[in-house]
């Protein structure tokens, strides 16, 4: 009597659900499938306690006020903090003990909206929510069918309408890959027009230059005008969330507080990320790549808030390690995730919501070692409690690629996550005794009422995991997952029908995108 | 600036290891990748509160008191369980609620040790320990060489000798596949006397015929005499642990029965352990299969404490979902894993050791399925607080299948939460702000004193992740994870060393094998 058992026989004839409490279950599930984003229902899963989180505090003020950081090549930002308080010399800004964390709880709000052009897609970013959005800036695509190749504008537009097709992601995303066939000065108008064309659910705006950055703010007005002021915080609608990056150690270069600065004071959210392969750009261990980041994130964040207090600022962790053989980033492995677990709690304490995770994973291929790493992953991410989760889906080989395959896989698995940070139903549907006793000793569940009643909407159902017996499975060509997924995105792809989008808008923000690009030259660098 | 960035070129001279601290961090990390058992250093991750946990305890007491359990085919279970004060029906017995709670506490041990014949390997089985043992009970292997094909008991020897040499694995386990080549009555022997010969890491008993657990038991005896007394204790060594599977809803029958009697009078270990396909064997909500499962498993392991006061037992939960299309087993989906995450804490409330989890799969290849559903149950069991993890490697196929590739990716992944359960270390050393203060903004820590220091043993390293460039991926062949599993099981077995072992215990073994075989006729059913 091993654990491995034949597979059971499924209920012949399948009786409608039955009962209310079914029926009702029934309606939450599907109603589930399409939520504008999760609402956990799961506790937070945290690695320290009370004491650890307050000396990774000490630690990250230790850094702001010893070591400090550098806001390079902009005196506007050197002015702001010197009028504010800090010790600049040169381009370094050194913080007394708790005046980033003072900034930003004075004015950083605790969660924020940020709206679709589609009201049914606004999602609420912070509290217990999480958002999922596709991987972001790959210069390659890869597919079983082409292998790997640049990007294109086409691949642009089939990732923004698988990500509109999946249920299981909340967001557009940003920069889903680069589309390296258009001139790099002017791609970020298509990028934008895509997510606003192909999709109706909420995206990202470009960071690659402050005047793209005021691009895509531009377009966002025409697309959501003319209300453009929330109507419960009196401030301009967050239309766009935007991704920082620091380049650390504790360095913010020109380009990105350029676009913090536009988008701070248009009250578009900012996402401040410390991107940090620890062992190069933080230490080879946890709790200083913690305290680094933690450091260098609020340095950022109490920055956006001095800029336009109370503007929506998001705190981002990437951390992945480097092979310290040869200086590849890997991902997947237990550290990244110690870093989550401890980076979601200390974002929670500071009380401003929480950018990380991902599918993240080194391999180039969506195989077994992309699958456990995006797992190892994902799963930790959600059991933290990141609110803004970026590289959900598509993500190969450290970013460099995003897959086409892999991106209905990991849409598949953030399906999942959705279940799981459901929780436990406790109802009396859920405890389901009235099953127990109807089947009693020795019996099987499959006929019974209650099984019927809620058949359809039990259990997570992958359309990728094939749970068919060898010989069924051998039959139908012995696929893998990556050969079933290929046939997947390309039904979805075929399936796609666009979102509305009003004649007049479409005309509008066509001819803002055809005079800005007669405005200057090409660039191809 | 978007996340992905270019590999980090490493430092190229490496200096040694300096600084003290580092050293000895360097030493414990060494002696960490063979510890014989994991001893958790972070929380357990639990999804139900207080309110639940009661609930689910309430609903297990009506299950037993309303409904019953069958123990069938047993006169003496009916008999023991009237003496004790139980409504025996016929075969059914109900019970006073509370009463299988109350006999459980009154003797089980929280925690035992299963004592290995190397010293050096003997485990503590409960409280924050987790010990990791391979797959159990596949008919079938599977290898990229020769797809899947029957097991054979040279399979069995080679899965023995792949669990002796993986740091990351602490037990052989027991019916690592099914020796189908041998006769069905005797196979046992060969591997009971596999388990000793090949490795020294403690194993389990045969369970499927009380005499072949009367065999296991005299094997150990032999393998281990002359003392056969616990030191601590004073009770008979617990040289086995055994997997009693109940034949869920609410069963158990003679054989299961028959075994668990032999082992609990004996002092061996017995793993109750309910085993469901929700859907099927159980309710198809995750709460109904819970109270079920604690149910069950309640009135063996009360069984084995009145048979034995003291004997020692652990809570076994083992609750995949089958899918409602094809009747099929699923795995790695949310529900089981929220099956897991609330039955280890109430194993916990209950005071006895919880089995759980493992790398269980439904796909019958080691493909991205196989590894999205492995790392969905088993980075669960390490977070909800599994003791004893059966089925961590190997895996694949619903466990109709034990796979060399799959196995030796599992042992990485294994190997992985060592290092994820050993937590964030706080020294010093971990904190690292002596590192952060000596780089400095803009530069990178490759070089630093503190990254030279611990190089060796910062960030877990895996043997099969291609963490390269995509350029050197492709020019070494482009394999995917498996392919480069099958080079490591191949390597492994290449270099595998026998542990030592007595001759004149080797002869003994050999010599009761031999008379118990010729003693009755082989029968292949």
Not at 41 to 49: A, F
Not at 88 to 99: N, T, W
Not at 185 to 201: A, E, G, I, P, Q
Request: proline share 7%.
């Amino acid at each position: 009597m091993n654990d491995p058992q034949p597979q059971v026989e499924p209920s012949r004839h399948r009786a409608r659900p039955s009962g209310r409490d079914a029926k009702r279950a029934a309606r939450t599930a599907r109603a589930a499938s399409s939520v504008p984003y999760i609402t956990r229902r799961i506790p937070y899963y945290e690695v320290l306690d009370e004491e650890g989180l307050t000396l990774m505090e000490r630690n990250a003020d230790t850094i702001l006020e010893e070591i400090g950081i550098d806001f390079r090549e902009d005196p506007e930002a050197l002015a702001v903090w010197k009028q504010a308080g800090a010790d600049v010399q040169g381009e370094r800004v050194h913080f007394p003990r708790g005046m980033c964390r003072t900034i930003i709880q004075r004015s950083a709000p605790h969660e924020f909206t940020q709206h679709a052009r589609n009201p049914a897609r606004t999602v609420v970013i912070g509290g217990r929510n999480t958002v999922f959005a596709p991987a972001y800036g790959s210069p390659f695509v890869r597919n079983l069918d082409e292998g790997r190749r640049y990007a294109r504008i086409e691949d642009f537009r089939n990732f923004v309408k698988l990500a509109y097709m999946a249920n299981s992601l909340h967001h557009s995303g940003g920069t889903i890959c680069e589309p390296v066939d258009l001139p790099v000065n002017k791609r970020h108008l298509d990028m934008v027009y895509s997510h606003l064309k192909y999709s109706d659910k909420p995206f990202m705006g470009s960071v690659t230059h402050p005047e793209r950055a005021a691009d895509s703010v531009e377009l966002a007005r025409i697309a959501f005008g003319p209300e453009l002021t929330d109507p419960v915080t009196g401030r301009p609608k967050t239309m766009l969330i935007n991704l920082i990056n620091v380049n650390s150690p504790m360095t913010y270069d020109a380009t990105m507080l350029g676009s913090l600065k536009v988008y701070a004071r248009a009250n578009q959210a900012t996402i401040v990320t410390p991107f940090i392969l620890a062992g190069a750009m933080s230490p080879v261990t946890v709790a200083g790549t913690v305290a680094q980041t933690l450091a260098e994130a609020m340095a950022g964040m109490a920055f956006v808030q001095l800029l336009n207090p109370g503007a929506p600022v998001v705190l981002g962790s990437f951390a992945s390690s480097v092979s310290m053989q040869s200086g590849a980033p890997t991902f997947g492995t237990p550290e990244p995730a110690l870093v989550l677990y401890s980076m979601a709690a200390l974002a929670r304490r500071l009380g401003v919501p929480f950018r990380s995770g991902g599918s993240l994973c080194a391999s180039k291929i969506p195989d077994a070692q992309a699958a456990f790493e995006s797992a190892n992953t994902l799963l930790p991410s959600c059991l933290a409690g990141v609110n803004f989760m970026l590289h959900v889906a598509g993500w190969l080989e450290g970013g460099l690629s995003m897959g086409y395959e892999k991106f209905v896989m990991d849409a598949d698995q953030a399906g999942m996550m959705h279940t799981l940070m459901a929780g436990v139903d406790l109802s009396p549907n859920g405890q389901a005794l009235d099953a127990i006793r109807e089947v009693g000793p020795g019996k099987h569940f499959l006929g019974c009422t209650h099984t019927q009643a809620n058949f359809e909407t039990a259990f997570y159902r992958s359309p990728l995991a094939d749970n068919n017996s060898y010989e069924q499975w051998e039959a139908e060509g012995a696929t893998d997952m990556a050969r079933r997924a290929n046939a997947l995105w390309k039904k979805q792809l075929a399936e796609y029908v666009e979102p509305p989008l009003e004649p007049a808008i479409d005309e509008a923000l066509q001819d803002f995108i055809a005079r800005k690009k007669a405005s200057f030259p090409d660039s191809m660098v």
